[in-house]
């Protein structure tokens, strides 16, 4: 089954997150209990009232937290939280998969805040978080999602909505997305885009959520049939779009996965074949993963050469860095483009030729547990074949014989 977290258009918070869960069948009474559970670990915070109910947000009936509570203090060191969390973990019973979110969702918050401020984490304090409301939101959800066995599916998010324009909090006002937004999604594979408001539309918490429970960020929804949907109504009313996060689950009708890559592409006139060698070897060192060059005519007949470049959204930047000062391109065009890819796996095959023992690495592809084909590294041919003194050609087919026999035998 799979899972896809639909942010792009109202972004994504905790409660949300959690409302949308309840909204999908989620146990509420489970979330209720527990949330409470949390009183006991956090002193000073009492939760008043705590329920969902379903309300209309611009055209769309969805669920909505309502919480209140009542706090005696305005901050909080970020451990207080995290400690009420895990605590609250134990004592709830929650599996494994849930803790180990629910923990790993709070470091995340953590870590932002000790990034940005330059401070140890166990000094770091917590002033929009330091309420019971961030253990409801990530204890909330944790037990929502184990309740609705979604930790074994594969979760694809959108991109995220973060809105546009300033924001005022306990450290003045800064432009949005925040840093503590900026530095959760930092080195993760979500993709942020700045959505249909100069408001704020996905919270630090919303953010440590989701770079926690999903596998991979895709523009694209994958090829699947809807089993359920779920709708979780943010607090704001905006014109133009319903603040509302959809979580969707379905099952996936091929094989396949799907994923979203970066083409990039420019023509390069004027250049020598040594550079352009060289420049594919760098390109794929350093995170290509492919390079094309095809021959061309441009405006007034010049020849050129189209490089094409296919890589993760995460690698653009450095590649597109890496092909200005490399070649002295002035353009390179962008797009994404999603993809198919047949899921494989890389084993080290150990292997016997002409009495040397050698170890390969190679792809191999299976369907119904059976090897439908396999493809070895082809450096380790090369090395090989150097070692023997054969030719390629004939290292490649006594390398796949002997794979050949050791995978049958398995």
Do not use: W
Request: net charge negative; aromatic share 4%.
């Amino acid at each position: 089954m799979v899972l896809v977290i639909d942010a792009q258009i109202a972004g994504i918070s905790g409660d949300m997150l959690l409302s949308s869960l309840i909204n999908m069948g989620a146990n509420e009474s489970r979330v209720i209990n527990g949330a409470h559970s949390a009183e006991e670990y956090l002193k000073g915070s009492k939760i008043l009232k705590m329920g969902f109910e379903k309300v209309n947000k611009y055209g769309t009936v969805a669920t909505h937290l309502v919480l209140e509570t009542s706090e005696n203090q305005h901050e909080r060191k970020g451990i207080e939280i995290q400690e009420c969390i895990l605590s609250t973990a134990d004592n709830i019973g929650l599996s494994e998969k849930a803790r180990v979110f629910a923990k790993e969702s709070i470091r995340s918050l953590l870590h932002a805040e000790s990034n940005i401020h330059g401070e140890p984490l166990e000094s770091v304090h917590f002033h929009e978080a330091s309420s019971i409301d961030t253990v409801i939101d990530i204890i909330g959800s944790a037990i929502a999602l184990d309740d609705l066995k979604l930790f074994s599916d594969e979760i694809i998010a959108t991109p995220v909505a973060v809105g546009g324009g300033t924001l005022t909090f306990s450290h003045g006002t800064t432009s949005n997305p925040a840093s503590a937004i900026l530095e959760i999604f930092r080195d993760s594979d979500m993709i942020i885009c700045g959505g249909q408001s100069k408001q704020e539309l996905t919270t630090p918490t919303g953010a440590s959520l989701l770079v926690n429970l999903a596998n991979r960020c895709s523009e694209f929804y994958p090829s699947m049939k809807i089993k359920s949907v779920g709708y979780g109504a943010g607090s704001k009313d905006f014109n133009g779009f319903s603040n509302v996060l959809k979580i969707v689950k379905g099952e996936a009708v091929n094989e396949f996965q799907l994923d979203t890559v970066q083409i990039l592409e420019t023509n390069l006139d004027d250049i020598s074949g040594e550079i352009i060698g060289h420049m594919i070897d760098k390109l794929i060192s350093n995170g290509a993963k492919d390079v094309t060059i095809t021959s061309g005519i441009t405006k007034k007949g010049r020849p050129t050469n189209l490089v094409s470049i296919i890589c993760d959204p995460s690698a653009t930047n450095s590649l597109i860095n890496m092909l200005v000062s490399e070649t002295g391109t002035l353009g390179i065009r962008v797009r994404s483009s999603s993809r198919y890819i047949v899921p494989r796996i890389i084993v080290s095959i150990p292997i016997s030729i002409q009495e040397k023992n050698f170890t390969v690495r190679c792809k191999i592809v299976k369907h119904n547990d059976m090897v439908k084909h396999f493809k070895v590294e082809s450096d380790e041919v090369r090395e090989i074949a150097d070692s023997l003194s054969l030719s390629f050609k004939e290292t490649s087919y006594l390398i796949s014989e002997e794979v050949k026999r050791k995978l049958n035998t398995k």
